[in-house]
């Protein structure tokens, strides 16, 4: 076995604090939902077991709704703001009250497919899939109740892209907080030229002023929100898990589950086929307050390979994409397209690489007939993380490891690629 693969292992054994894993000790001390999908797959790679309690632990903060949070506050802790109080969320565990993509449901059909323990994964599997199901009518009722088929995303902490450049007209409309006062924690870990500025953490604590205040219902949120947007990410991300969701149900669902899956995933399909630009060659996020597409280059618009959504010509039409910014950066995939005034190589979601996004880009391409495109990104994912560490995000000018050290997810990804 290679030291990195060991490395990788390490880092996930050692961020593990009892059958959850932290993105990455301090800056994030409690489980994410995104985070722990990518890390569950990354634990099956070693210990098939470990990566089912990993989605266990996750669902302990499903709500009845069917809501899947984007933490779960397992154990207090100081290194993060905004903790359970700001929330108020009334739930054991705590937990936050907006969600993440979700990647759960892809990351659990690939664990079963991928289990050697074939009678132990059935068996997690059989109890985990009616959680999935719950957590998928959940978005559709809550994010998506005209049918549209595009859920709405309220808040950019879900979208999981915080500061992409893709969001500042649409966060500009909200106000700066003026009850809860920002006592942001993640400065103190991570250089503030890698993070989110301050103007942005007041309107991110304005939404979750509005949306406590609002008690967390869904309706409600969605009627009060300044912040609401189809997002390419996460409706390619969905679109995805409702198709592994449909290869569960198959084996472990109810008369009707199928159909009513399938309905809905190519719903799915064709609305984010709507979503298309010729100008910028990728798929873009809307803008559900003023119905205008949103006109910025981000890696998210690359996710509908990974949905399937993206048919022959707009493949090619990526594989072009991604040609063009491979001719500006040293490494893809970069956040932001490395030609748009907003690029920024350090800034979080304003440029840097993110190796869960190449993952699920090459996954997308090696499924749309662009092998050459998932091998060549495959690699140069796994020589980047070699070469920098297992960082947070990457600087793609020079592959510099940046953000958080010893991250979960990346190392995650690494044990995937390799
Ligand atoms: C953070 O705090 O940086 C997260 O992205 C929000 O979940």
């Not at 301050?198 to 009060?224: C, N, S, T």
């Not at 390419?232 to 409702?242: D, G, H, K, Q, V």
Request: charged residues 20%; glycine residues 8%; contains cysteine.
């Amino acid at each position: 076995m290679t030291d990195m693969i060991e490395q990788a292992r390490a880092i996930l054994r050692n961020n593990d604090r009892g059958g959850y894993t932290v993105p990455t000790h301090r800056l994030y001390p409690f489980q994410w939902n995104w985070d722990s999908a990518f890390v569950a797959m990354g634990w099956v790679t070693f210990d098939e077991a470990r990566g089912f309690t990993e989605v266990e632990r996750l669902l302990e903060g499903q709500w009845d709704d069917g809501f899947i949070p984007h933490i779960v506050f397992h154990a207090p802790s100081d290194d993060y703001f905004p903790g359970p109080s700001v929330w108020g969320v009334e739930h054991t565990p705590p937990t936050s009250g907006i969600t993440q993509p979700p990647v759960l449901a892809s990351a659990v059909r690939r664990m079963l497919d991928h289990a050697k323990d074939r009678a132990a994964a059935e068996a997690c599997v059989a109890a985990i899939y009616p959680r999935l199901l719950a957590h998928h009518r959940w978005w559709q009722r809550a994010r998506d109740p005209a049918g549209s088929g595009l859920v709405s995303t309220l808040h950019p902490w879900e979208t999981g892209m915080d500061n992409s450049p893709a969001w500042d007209a649409a966060l500009a409309r909200v106000p700066t907080t003026t009850t809860t006062p920002v006592q942001r924690r993640d400065t103190a870990h991570v250089d503030a030229s890698m993070r989110p500025r301050a103007e942005e953490y007041q309107r991110f604590i304005h939404l979750v002023d509005l949306f406590r205040d609002v008690g967390w219902q869904p309706e409600k949120m969605l009627a009060v929100s300044p912040f609401r947007v189809a997002d390419i990410a996460t409706n390619s991300i969905l679109l995805r898990a409702e198709r592994d969701l449909l290869a569960l149900a198959e084996r472990f669902g109810q008369a009707g589950h199928t159909a009513e899956i399938s309905a809905r995933a190519e719903q799915m399909r064709s609305a984010i086929g709507g979503l298309w630009s010729t100008r910028l060659g990728l798929f873009q996020s809307l803008d559900l307050i003023d119905r205008t597409p949103i006109d910025v280059a981000i890696s998210a618009g690359l996710l509908p390979l990974y949905a399937g959504a993206a048919d022959a010509s707009c493949t090619r039409a990526i594989a072009a994409t991604l040609q063009r910014w491979a001719g500006q950066v040293r490494f893809l995939v970069p956040s932001t397209a490395p030609d748009d005034p907003r690029f920024d190589a350090l800034r979080y979601w304003r440029g840097p690489v993110w190796a869960m996004m190449n993952w699920m880009i090459a996954e997308g391409a090696a499924g749309s007939g662009e092998a050459g495109l998932a091998t060549d990104l495959r690699s140069s994912t796994r020589d980047m993380i070699a070469n920098a560490g297992f960082s947070e995000y990457f600087d793609p000018r020079d592959g510099r490891g940046i953000g958080g050290r010893d991250f979960s997810w990346t190392a995650a990804i690494y044990l995937l690629l390799s």
